[in-house]
């Protein structure tokens, strides 16, 4: 079987990229370990900014986004029963979304296949090779039938744990990591927001955050140690402890049936260059964010349009002016993210560092209450700065 492109991995950076080659009358195949039903229940991030809402009605696939998705102009900070918004419209022009990654796969799958696209689901002893040369292929095996695909160019959009960053040969990459020592505790709950905008909390006891993903569904969180067993947890002991870090006079957390629950680890992670030879590394693959800044599903989605703009360009004038330096025109807005992510959690987090370190993020605070500049600069970072063909 031969294509232009193989895609390894049906999330966010291999739907979109997939998409934006269809458009262009790129051939391409995708090729998904798990099972359609798992991947469009896969719960993970929540926020659209508006890079990557403007990308998704490009792509004529914003039409239930526009119906369910919840379009927000700013966010609060908590602290000490204190609350401050960020008016990110105001101050940018710009907006976020609130619309889960599950729901942009259902959207993008949906619209891929029924343009004729094809996507291989359960797909298993995926393996990849002669990327360094003109003829890349893709090995596995569907159903009991062992398959190759042969193509011009290789995407790897299969995550932090997928095949094709570790087929890269040792050497080619360095790998920057930081890891964090808490992670989020998080929860789904049928209780309807006691919010309109998300709240991020600082509290002595660590950070919490209220967030939703319907209006009758919220998204909670809490920092607790990245050891942490989750059964020491049972749900009254999240609710009486999100009312306490989140606690202003007056208001109090919506309660309801919690349907999932689990602990996120926190880290982050960046390898250059995100290529090698005709293999190019998209999302989770190349980079993983902590969730604090709301960057990962939205660097996956940029990453796509940047490596898909790229390949128009090779396939229709034969330049790999673009192909050769993607690695360095995506990596500057990965960094961007890495330090906006890192900022917001070294502002919200308890740090394990004491009192002093507590009254500088409480100073830290504080400042964005009286410096527009201040605002203005955490709000722009966190609507997304606009997309451009270097960025």
């Not at 080659?21 to 991030?45: F, K, M, N, P, T």
């Not at 789904?188 to 660590?206: F, K, N, S, V």
Request: aromatic content about 8%; glycine content about 10%; hydrophobic content about 40%.
């Amino acid at each position: 079987m031969r294509t232009q492109v193989g895609i390894v991995g049906a999330g966010p950076a291999g739907l979109t990229l997939g998409l934006l080659l269809q458009r262009e009358g790129i051939e391409c195949v995708i090729l998904e370990l798990r099972s359609r039903d798992y991947v469009e229940r896969r719960v993970r991030a929540g926020l659209l900014e508006q890079n990557t809402v403007d990308l998704l009605h490009q792509l004529e696939v914003g039409d239930r986004l526009d119906r369910e998705g919840l379009q927000h102009d700013g966010i609060y900070l908590r602290r000490q029963g204190e609350t401050l918004r960020i008016a990110i419209h105001e101050l940018t022009g710009r907006r976020v979304t609130i619309y889960g990654q599950q729901e942009v796969v259902k959207d993008e799958i949906d619209a891929f296949l029924e343009r004729g696209g094809e996507l291989r689901f359960e797909v298993s002893d995926v393996a990849i090779a002669d990327f360094d040369s003109g003829r890349p292929r893709i090995s596995y095996v569907s159903g009991s039938s062992e398959e190759e695909l042969e193509c011009e160019f290789i995407a790897g959009c299969d995550g932090s744990h997928g095949i094709c960053r570790q087929a890269i040969p040792e050497g080619v990459l360095t790998e920057h990591e930081y890891v964090y020592e808490f992670g989020w505790l998080g929860i789904l709950a049928e209780a309807a927001p006691a919010t309109d905008e998300l709240i991020y909390g600082w509290h002595e006891r660590g950070f919490a955050l209220y967030s939703m993903r319907s209006p009758s569904v919220s998204r909670l969180y809490l920092q607790v140690p990245a050891d942490e067993d989750i059964e020491l947890w049972p749900d009254e002991r999240i609710w009486e402890e999100l009312q306490t870090r989140l606690e202003t006079e007056g208001w109090s957390v919506n309660q309801g049936p919690v349907f999932e629950k689990g602990i996120t680890p926190m880290r982050s992670f960046v390898c250059e260059p995100m290529q090698c030879g005709n293999l190019f590394l998209a999302g989770d693959a190349a980079h993983i964010v902590p969730p604090t800044g709301a960057k990962g599903l939205n660097l996956a989605v940029n990453d796509a349009r940047l490596l898909a703009a790229a390949l128009v360009e090779c396939q229709r004038d034969g330049s790999r002016e673009r192909l050769n330096r993607y690695s360095q025109t995506a990596v500057r807005r990965v960094w961007r993210a890495q330090d906006f992510s890192n900022y917001m959690t070294q502002l919200l987090h308890d740090l394990g560092r004491g009192r002093f370190d507590r009254q500088l993020q409480l100073s830290r605070l504080e400042y964005l209450s009286r410096s527009e500049a201040a605002a203005t600069s955490l709000a722009e970072n966190y609507a997304g700065l606009p997309a451009a063909p270097d960025f």
